[in-house]
């Protein structure tokens, strides 16, 4: 079966600090595909972070993140990464790893909130 497994969080941030989260994945059927990150904020709606293609360069920041917020994965170690630079308190969420299969766009598919597979969610907090 589909693993995401997630480490990185849980502890305290402070604001303009930096944090890394990472999510190691096994079982997918599909040589390609996307991996991302999305992140809920209690009473909020889930949004979506960022993407990249498995098979290549590709990837996708949402703007909310873009300049702060690095996605990148290491192919041999099957894991995904979530590089997090100058934390605000309004990233505090939990972040969920998730794969999909590729279907349309990367933004497309971080707009839609959906994923085939999740991550257990790691919880992100930032003090201000």
């Known amino acids: 079966q589909v693993q995401l497994v997630e480490s990185g969080g849980g502890s305290v941030q402070q604001a303009g600090g930096s944090l890394t989260l990472s999510c190691a994945a096994s079982?997918?059927?599909?040589?390609?595909?996307?991996m991302g990150w999305f992140r809920q904020a209690p009473g909020k709606e889930r949004e979506g972070v960022a993407a990249?293609?498995?098979?290549?360069?590709?990837?996708y920041h949402a703007d909310t993140v873009k300049g702060r917020f690095t996605i990148s994965i290491d192919s041999a170690k099957s894991t995904v990464y979530l590089q997090m630079n100058n934390l605000q308190p309004d990233d505090t969420a939990v972040y969920f790893c998730?794969?999909?299969?590729?279907?349309?766009?990367?933004?497309?598919?971080?707009?839609?909130?959906?994923?085939?597979?999740w991550g257990q969610g790691t919880q992100v907090t930032v003090s201000s």
């Open positions: 998730a794969a999909n299969q590729m279907r349309g766009t990367m933004r497309a598919w971080l707009s839609s909130g959906a994923a085939e597979y």
């Open positions: 990249i293609y498995t098979g290549g360069n590709s990837r």
């Open positions: 079982g997918y059927p599909y040589s390609d595909y996307y």
